[in-house]
Nanobody, 124 residues
Framework: QVQLVESGGGLVQAGGSLRLSCAAS????????MGWFRQAPGKERAFVAAITGNGGYTYYADSVKGRFTISRDNAKNTVYLQMSGLKPDDTAVYYC?????????????????WGQGTQVTVSS
């Protein structure tokens, strides 16, 4: 099991940028594929982006391709989500998640470990 703590959320105007961070506990961070998900009010939790344990492969939801970038620093036990070109539709609570497999999945149920979430609000 790994403990996850997100940070970096906030209020930003449309077109702006934010960088979310997710710090993980433990010594085997590179063994975990990591994902970012988001949940808007009244909607189901949705896949945003994911990255393999060694950072070699990344995956994105179509709605964020070209605007968001996921990355990780295994020496710092941290995964990042750089968000640019933000839109009001990106408003949601953003969660990071971990699974102890080399490859990620876009399915929330595939991740046993979750952070508490960080709010991102994009104003028009």
């Amino acid at each position: 099991q790994v403990q996850l703590v997100e940070s970096g959320g906030g209020l930003v105007q449309a077109g702006g940028s934010l960088r979310l961070s997710c710090a993980a506990s433990g010594r085997t961070f590179s063994s975990y594929a990591m994902g970012w998900f988001r949940q808007a009010p009244g909607k189901e939790r949705a896949f945003v982006a994911a990255i393999t344990g060694n950072g070699g492969y990344t995956y994105y939801a179509d709605s964020v391709k070209g605007r968001f970038t996921i990355s990780r620093d295994n020496a710092k036990n941290t995964v990042y989500l750089q968000m640019s070109g933000l839109k009001p539709d990106d408003t949601a609570v953003y969660y990071c998640a971990a699974r102890r497999f080399s490859t990620p999945t876009a399915t929330p149920g595939g991740y046993p470990d979750w952070g508490q979430g960080t709010q991102v609000t994009v104003s028009s």
